[in-house]
């Protein structure tokens, strides 16, 4: 049952969220501050619960050190999307015609933080989390991440492409970022960055989702298999390529680290298995 509570009591903070931020569409002030009192109140929401229902620290979004993971997830983000798009305006792919909109990049802050957050808490902080527990590190990266993916299918330009690419990129790259750290702030920091440059920098699409008005007035043209097509950048073989590398890079330190956990064998006490900081 906890996972039930758990993911009712943040999917309910995020639909709140999002229904206010969307009903203040086209206000960018009131989009930053909507979007980031929703991100507070998901990580406060998700605290309470996950401590109510499980009885322990929930050192997975502890306060000590939040600031400074976050921020690194975010430049680590931040820096592999701009590898992307490099590689497609090197093909002439990418076209700049000017600038965008200042206001919009910062509305887009708020809407991004707000969909960051409320999607790793539910994907890495509930789902990933406790099918790991049972069933290992990879089981639960590759059914979270295939999950993942197929929530993408929803969005407006979707493509079963675009899907697929999430769920190896994205859904590989923020789980194993979770099994590195055994922390929630620097997969948030890391989704927030990579879909802040993807619209409020360089004005691409995001997973289909239409266009976004960022600080670059810009258009993709050319091979879907380079572009992404409709469903935007998220879907080109370099996001595929560079999410791939990050993830391993990650994978590579959580073994270091000791952070795999294998599959827990039949009649074995949770605890047998459970054993890392969660």
Same mark, same amino acid.
């Given at each position: 049952?906890?996972?039930?509570? &758990?993911l009712l009591a943040v999917a309910a903070v995020s639909l709140a969220g999002g229904q206010a931020v969307a009903a203040v569409d086209g206000n960018w002030f009131l989009t930053l501050v909507l979007g980031l009192l929703t991100a507070v109140g998901a990580v406060c929401v998700?605290r309470w619960v996950v401590g109510r229902t499980e009885h322990r620290p929930v050192t997975e979004v502890a306060r000590d050190g939040a600031r400074a993971a976050a921020g690194r997830g975010a430049l680590i983000g931040v820096a592999v999307f701009t590898g992307v798009i490099?590689?497609?305006?090197? +093909?002439?792919?990418?076209?700049?015609?000017?600038?965008?909109?200042?206001?919009?990049?910062?509305? +887009?802050?708020?809407?991004?933080?707000?969909?960051?957050?409320?999607?790793?808490?539910?994907?890495?902080?509930?789902?990933?989390?406790?099918?790991?527990?049972?069933?290992?590190? /990879?089981?639960?990266?590759?059914?979270?991440?295939?999950?993942?993916?197929?929530?993408?299918?929803?969005?407006?330009? %979707?493509?079963?492409?675009?899907?697929?690419?999430?769920?190896?990129?994205?859904?590989?790259?923020?789980?194993?970022?979770?099994? %590195?750290?055994?922390?929630? /702030?620097?997969?948030?920091?890391?989704?927030?960055? /990579?879909?802040?440059?993807?619209?409020?920098?360089?004005?691409?699409?995001?997973?289909?989702?239409?266009? &976004?008005?960022?600080? +670059?007035?810009?258009?993709?043209?050319? %091979?879907?298999?380079?572009?992404?097509?409709?469903?935007?950048?998220? %879907?080109?073989?370099?996001?595929?390529?560079?999410?791939?590398?990050?993830?391993?890079?990650?994978?590579?330190?959580?073994?270091?680290?000791?952070?795999?956990?294998?599959?827990?064998?039949?009649?074995?006490?949770?605890?047998?298995?459970?054993?890392?900081?969660?």
């Amino acid at each position: 049952m906890r996972v039930f509570w &758990q993911l009712l009591a943040v999917a309910a903070v995020s639909l709140a969220g999002g229904q206010a931020v969307a009903a203040v569409d086209g206000n960018w002030f009131l989009t930053l501050v909507l979007g980031l009192l929703t991100a507070v109140g998901a990580v406060c929401v998700y605290r309470w619960v996950v401590g109510r229902t499980e009885h322990r620290p929930v050192t997975e979004v502890a306060r000590d050190g939040a600031r400074a993971a976050a921020g690194r997830g975010a430049l680590i983000g931040v820096a592999v999307f701009t590898g992307v798009i490099v590689n497609i305006a090197l +093909l002439g792919d990418y076209t700049v015609h000017g600038l965008g909109s200042v206001t919009g990049a910062v509305g +887009l802050v708020g809407f991004m933080a707000a969909a960051a957050t409320t999607e790793e808490l539910l994907f890495r902080g509930v789902l990933l989390r406790i099918v790991e527990e049972r069933f290992g590190t /990879w089981i639960a990266l590759t059914s979270t991440g295939a999950l993942f993916g197929t929530m993408h299918l929803f969005n407006k330009d %979707a493509t079963v492409g675009g899907a697929l690419a999430i769920a190896i990129e994205a859904g590989g790259m923020l789980g194993a970022a979770f099994v %590195a750290t055994r922390s929630l /702030w620097l997969p948030i920091g890391l989704h927030f960055g /990579w879909n802040f440059a993807e619209s409020g920098l360089f004005g691409t699409e995001v997973s289909g989702s239409g266009a &976004q008005h960022g600080l +670059l007035d810009a258009t993709t043209s050319g %091979a879907r298999l380079v572009t992404g097509g409709e469903f935007g950048p998220e %879907a080109s073989v370099y996001s595929v390529l560079l999410g791939v590398l990050v993830t391993l890079a990650f994978l590579r330190l959580a073994r270091r680290r000791g952070h795999l956990m294998p599959r827990r064998r039949r009649g074995a006490p949770a605890d047998a298995v459970a054993t890392l900081p969660r």
